[in-house]
């Protein structure tokens, strides 16, 4: 921290002291936001107020493209909703330079327990959605983790979870959406109706249309997980058992493992279960003082033996979110000690928008210089080399490792075989890297090499510091380009994907 030059003492205290301004101002405001929308989400679900407001809502989308339309259009259009909102550390430039749309949709629209489904407006969050679900006995197929993390971000990137296994990447197990086109029309599609946009809305990151309603598939949910830890010192039997474990007939309804260090994790295998059996103990991890997850898991490889523990269902799904995987040790070092905890561990997290909104151009600029965030998804056989690679480039820990299937549809994901799906892996590094000769972008760059030639996928959220061409030999263009070469006015209206996601291409 000491390189960061800081401009003025108000700069000093929020680099270098940052733990204060996220007490005094941002845990509070975080906790009282949270309660007004749980609130508010739970009043506009009971009133069954939202699906009326719906078709209003789009109209509204609608309007503000027409009036683009009528205009010169010299500007491209992006959504409105400011970079500092969402999840992503990236700095949304093009938010400055774009006409910005603003798509307000945030209800959850309809539960559908015939055809199990929700159908839900972009700015749902996933806490929002577990949160509604639950008391209905139901929970996504899959539920990204982090309680801030949108349908619309979801679908426009990805999302991936411990059961992505067997249900695939949020694309997979979503069976419909609506969009707001270039040309101000409202189009549905699904794999039986306009299925070339169907296909290509997925990690087309907000080029193609504007998305106002999603419909997701939602699966029966008990009320606790029934958690196995399986600790590790060799990551070659690591990295075997957690193939396996993916690829069994009929695996574990959740699966996910925590590396420590490049030989040393936890592997988790988890099953929903009714009631608490007695050969494992009862721990609910989401309570306001509880020890963060990431280190509770550490200590049953410290214990080395195998355990067994009953997590309550939303505690489970949202486990990584009070430490925010472990970026929150980097923002208030003491956040896991007792004392913290017991006083003031019911604010945590804060906010990230919160946390983004009050951070200066220093943080910002500490994040691009000495901090990872990259989630990099490879077929599964090749875990063990990734680990290597990225222990050579980057060497951060933990590691968050977890299995998903992707579907042979047709889109940007395209694998290498013609069976129904492939299993991958998700290797998320995200921390301060301690390899000798770390440097952003060359040390990037070689990650992104060894994942392209490994037939592998770059998450979006993430920075591309890969060229125009490496991009698109990595995601597979051609339906993308067909689709947009049909659609009047979207090529005028949406760069292409890698002018918003590459540094250098975005500003
Ligand atoms: C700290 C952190 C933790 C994360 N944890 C997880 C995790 O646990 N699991 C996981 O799967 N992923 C995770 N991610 C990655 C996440 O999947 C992506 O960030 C994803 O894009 C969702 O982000 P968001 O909801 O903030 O969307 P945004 O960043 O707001 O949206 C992403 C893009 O989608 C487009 N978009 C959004 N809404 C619309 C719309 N209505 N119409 C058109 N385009 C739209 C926009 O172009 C936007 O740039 C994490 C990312 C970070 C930074
Ligand atoms: C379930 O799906 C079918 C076919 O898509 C549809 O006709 C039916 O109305 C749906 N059921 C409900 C309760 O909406
Ligand atoms: C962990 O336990 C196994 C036996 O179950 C033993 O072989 C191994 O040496 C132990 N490892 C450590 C680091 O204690």
Not at 273 to 297: L, R
Not at 355 to 367: D, G, H, I, M, N
Not at 410 to 427: E, R
Request: one cysteine or more; hydrophobic letters at 40%.
């Amino acid at each position: 921290m000491t390189t960061i030059q800081t401009e003025s003492f108000a700069e000093y205290i929020l680099v270098e002291h940052r733990w204060i301004v996220v007490m005094v101002a941002l845990l509070p405001l975080s906790a009282l936001w949270k309660v007004w929308s749980i609130f508010r989400n739970y009043v506009v679900f009971k009133l069954n107020s939202a699906p009326k407001m719906h078709d209003k809502k789009v109209k509204e989308v609608q309007k503000q493209i027409k009036a683009w339309l009528s205009g010169d259009r010299s500007t491209r259009l992006c959504t409105a909703r400011p970079a500092w909102q969402a999840m992503s550390f990236r700095q949304g430039i093009y938010k400055k330079t774009f006409t910005n749309i603003k798509v307000n949709l945030v209800d959850v629209l309809e539960v559908d327990t015939e055809n199990m489904t929700v159908r839900c407006e972009p700015l749902v969050t996933m806490g929002q959605l577990s949160r509604t679900l639950e008391p209905l006995g139901l929970a996504l197929a899959a539920v990204p983790e982090l309680d801030q993390l949108t349908v619309g971000g979801l679908v426009m990137g990805t999302g991936v979870e411990s059961s992505s296994h067997i249900y695939g990447l949020f694309q997979h197990f979503c069976t419909q959406y609506e969009l707001v086109l270039a040309d101000g029309s409202v189009v549905t599609c699904s794999k039986d109706e306009n299925p070339d946009l169907f296909y290509a809305v997925p990690w087309s990151y907000g080029t193609l249309g504007f998305l106002t309603s999603a419909v997701i598939k939602v699966v029966p949910a008990k009320k606790y997980i029934r958690l196995e830890y399986h600790p590790y010192n060799k990551l070659s039997e690591l990295s075997q058992q957690f193939r396996e474990e993916s690829l069994k007939e009929k695996p574990h309804q959740f699966i996910e493992a925590l590396l420590y260090t490049k030989e040393s994790g936890v592997l988790m295998t988890g099953d929903m279960a009714d009631e608490i059996g007695d050969d494992g103990k009862y721990n609910p991890i989401g309570k306001w003082h509880s020890e963060w997850f990431f280190t509770q898991v550490q200590r049953h490889l410290h214990n080395n033996r195998s355990a067994v523990e009953y997590i309550p269902l939303r505690d489970y799904y949202h486990r990584h979110s009070r430490s925010l995987f472990w970026e929150l040790q980097d923002i208030i070092p003491f956040g896991n000690n007792p004392i913290f905890r017991y006083l003031l561990g019911w604010l945590m997290p804060p906010e990230v928008s919160l946390l983004k909104l009050t951070q200066p151009e220093a943080v910002a600029r500490l994040y691009d210089k000495a901090h990872v965030i990259q989630d990099m998804l490879v077929p599964v056989e090749h875990l063990e080399k990734s680990i290597e690679v990225f222990h050579k480039e980057i060497e951060v820990y933990p590691i968050w490792l977890c299995p998903f299937k992707v579907f042979n549809n047709p889109g940007q994901l395209k694998i290498k075989t013609k069976a129904d799906w492939q299993m991958f892996v998700d290797v998320g590094v995200y921390g301060v890297p301690k390899a000798k000769g770390y440097e952003t972008v060359s040390s990037t760059r070689a990650i992104e090499a060894f994942v392209s030639q490994h037939d592998g996928f770059q998450m979006l959220y993430a920075d591309t510091y890969t060229t125009h061409e490496e991009f698109r030999r990595m995601f597979d263009h051609t339906l993308y380009d067909k689709v947009r070469d049909s659609l009047p006015h979207c090529k005028e209206a949406f760069p292409e994907i890698y002018g918003k996601v590459n540094r250098n291409v975005r500003k």
